[in-house]
């Protein structure tokens, strides 16, 4: 009798909210706009989205700096979920109060309302777990109490991904949206807070579905990021952690790292922005700095005692390079600084040593107001056309690497803070193989990746999904910025991450002149939130022609011959080298992707290894190649795949459980070519 209520509830719910929004969607003015945005004080680039600046501390930061500083608190755990059919053509409409009244039409939102008889929810957990084919919309609500000490400072709520629009509600006051599956979002939670009472979050996510084909699809379809049926599964819901963060009012609000090799010295150069609450032209607080070796548990306490072994920046250090004054009355200072750093030793994969930066933000008193930290690797990245292609520290260095999806079994995207298990163990089976570099395929992954990737030694590469495009899809988002969104937010996240080591702009497109000037805008992004790093763009074997080919500081290619095509590979993928080379002398190439699917018997088996040592046959005799990485480490789910849920291109099996002959073979060459 429960289960027919529950079943009758539902379609009520699930009905009458698609009526409401079927009903008013047309009423939308437009499509959604982006809600970050590239901004500049003095020298120090920054994103701003919804008004925020885009800096969002780890909860684990928050915990080592104690209490008054900056505290979070975990919104992981049980919610309730409904799901529910969506207009998502109202999804993607601009938030005109129209629209906003029909996501609101069917009462979800409000802080009273009963959802006793939704499903209980452990988030974070995607929505659709394989062979679920379920891709639509989900509610999404629970409630939770803040500390009392947290009344007066400035609350953020974040979510580290939800997929794809997600709209959110505190206490029934909407609080915005964000567009993006795969990147960090947070709004301004203070005015909507209630102390000493019960808060209640409501959040409407929206998984709308990609097209079948390779064209651009009509709207609203063809607005979205990806937009091609790409060959991932497209989980669905709240799937990565939801935490509120407590800051104070004054204090630091962003800061870079470089770390940078001069005449054998390694010099260390911190931007930061800071916020005074009180305004005015003259910043009265101080920001100070301090560098350790990283042990056990980190340096932040070595930090606070002063025991800067590596490196000191104290308050004279740091020049002021501009100030602006904000809407809310306060004022953004940014900072610069440079120093040497003393008796340190560079990372690399087999040196993976690791510094803690503490920063501190001192009143006039002397008292600490705002503290942050981040991980420093002093390692730097170079490439070029002669010479060796890849230089890692002065000296040239070999990229060794794999294609990892962010997907593990059982839980597909779903991580969190709070159990990293399931990324460690992947790092380690990586680290079996003699890998080095580890393309983050092909959007970006919950940033503990990148932090556990750095401490086991690798490099990685991360990307957003702008995936087969072609060129209607450039100039929609030439048009949107939802692409350029999401790079803004990719890089501004993990820019502090050392283990990010080249971000990509997109895999495997097509097009001309705009896709030209999309590529073009972006990489002037990148230099403006982030000089360090390589960028490029990934370009599918069977499409040297596109005129964006040589769009960036090196050139990626997915070589696929005799995989995809009836040439000999080993022949094929000489020639698409030669032709990329001689067509372009003045840049290094990656080889970004190579492989073949197995079929997991004794033919398929075979046929992986032999693609893989004739590729590596060529590749050993190419001295403009910076690395290489197989496709892939693991076999992963897929809407694409027909015949079956997942794909079986991994050098190990799904589950984990097994190394495939294929994984043999490159191990023995990386052991080899180190």
């Not at 999806?405 to 159990?419: C, F, I, K, M, T």
């Not at 988002?477 to 820019?495: K, N």
Request: proline letters at 4%; aromatic letters at 10%; one cysteine or more.
């Amino acid at each position: 009798m429960r289960k027919n209520i529950l079943i009758l509830w539902s379609l009520v719910v699930m009905c009458g909210a698609a009526r409401a929004e079927t009903a008013s969607s047309a009423a939308g003015v437009g499509w959604l706009a982006p809600t970050a945005e590239l901004r500049r004080v003095g020298d120090f680039s920054f994103v701003s989205q919804n008004g925020l600046v885009y800096d969002i501390p780890s909860p684990g930061e928050c915990a080592g700096q104690g209490a008054g500083i900056c505290s979070a608190l975990s919104l992981n755990g049980e919610w309730r979920a409904l799901r529910a059919g969506m207009d998502h053509s109202l999804t993607m409409s601009a938030r005109t109060p129209d629209a906003r009244a029909a996501l609101e039409a069917g009462g979800e939102h409000e802080a009273g309302f009963d959802d006793s008889l939704w499903e209980p929810a452990i988030l974070p957990r995607v929505e659709n777990l394989p062979p679920d084919p379920y891709v639509d919309g989900v509610w999404f609500r629970r409630s939770f109490t803040v500390p009392e000490e947290w009344r007066g400072k400035r609350v953020r709520l974040v979510f580290l991904g939800a997929n794809y629009v997600a709209d959110v509600w505190l206490n029934g006051e909407w609080l915005g949206w964000h567009e993006g599956g795969y990147t960090s979002f947070a709004f301004n939670a203070s005015r909507a807070l209630e102390h000493g009472a019960e808060n209640v979050i409501a959040a409407r996510v929206d998984n709308i579905p990609w097209t079948e084909s390779f064209d651009v699809p009509p709207e609203p379809y063809g607005l979205i990021v990806p937009y091609a049926n790409a060959d991932w599964w497209n989980y669905g819901g709240i799937y990565r952690d939801v935490y509120l963060v407590a800051e104070g009012r004054s204090g630091i609000e962003d800061f870079t790292v470089e770390t940078r090799l001069e005449g054998g010295e390694w010099r260390l150069t911190l931007k930061a922005l800071a916020r005074e609450e009180a305004g005015g032209a003259v910043m009265r607080g101080r920001l100070e700095g301090c560098l350790t070796a990283r042990a056990g548990a980190g340096g932040q306490a070595e930090a606070a005692r002063g025991d800067c072994s590596a490196a000191r920046l104290d308050s004279d250090s740091f020049e002021i390079t501009g100030a602006e004054p904000q809407a809310d009355g306060s004022t953004l200072f940014a900072l610069r600084a440079s120093v040497a750093a003393r008796g340190v030793s560079a990372w690399s994969p087999d040196n993976p040593v690791e510094y803690e930066l503490a920063l501190f933000y001192r009143n006039a008193d002397g008292g600490t107001v705002d503290a942050r930290s981040a991980t420093v690797a002093l390692r730097q990245i170079e490439v070029a056309a002669q010479g060796p292609p890849l230089r890692l520290n002065g000296e040239a260095f070999r990229l060794r690497g794999v294609n990892r999806h962010e997907e593990l079994p059982g839980v597909g995207r779903a991580q969190s803070w709070d159990d990293t298990a399931g990324i460690k163990n992947d790092l380690r089976l990586i680290k079996e193989l003699g890998a080095n570099f580890v393309r983050a395929a092909h959007y970006p992954n919950h940033p503990a990746f990148f932090d556990l990737a750095n401490r086991e030694g690798f490099l990685t590469a991360e990307e957003i999904p702008v995936y087969w495009f072609k060129e209607g899809g450039f100039e929609i988002q030439l048009r949107r910025g939802i692409a350029r969104q999401m790079w803004l937010e990719m890089i501004a996240r993990d820019r502090r991450r050392p283990a990010a080591a080249f971000w990509s702009m997109g895999n495997e497109t097509t097009g001309g002149e705009e896709s030209v000037k999309f590529f073009r805008e972006l990489m002037e992004d990148a230099r403006a939130l982030d000089g360090t790093r390589p960028v490029y763009h990934n370009v599918s074997f069977s499409t040297l022609w596109t005129s964006a080919l040589a769009a960036g500081d090196l050139i990626a290619l997915s070589l696929y011959s005799g995989v995809f095509d009836s040439e000999e590979p080993e022949a094929g993928t000489a020639r698409v080298l030669k032709t990329v080379r001689g067509r372009h002398p003045d840049k290094a190439v990656l080889a970004a992707e190579y492989g073949i699917w197995t079929g997991d018997d004794e033919a398929g088996d075979a046929r992986q290894v032999e693609i893989l040592q004739k590729a590596q046959s060529v590749f050993k005799g190419c001295p403009f190649l910076v690395g290489s990485a197989w496709w892939a480490a693991f076999d992963y789910h897929s809407v694409r795949q027909k015949t079956g849920t997942f794909h079986r291109f991994g050098l190990y099996t799904l589950d984990r459980s097994r190394m495939r002959p294929s994984g043999e073979a490159i191990k023995k060459h990386f052991n080899l070519n180190q």
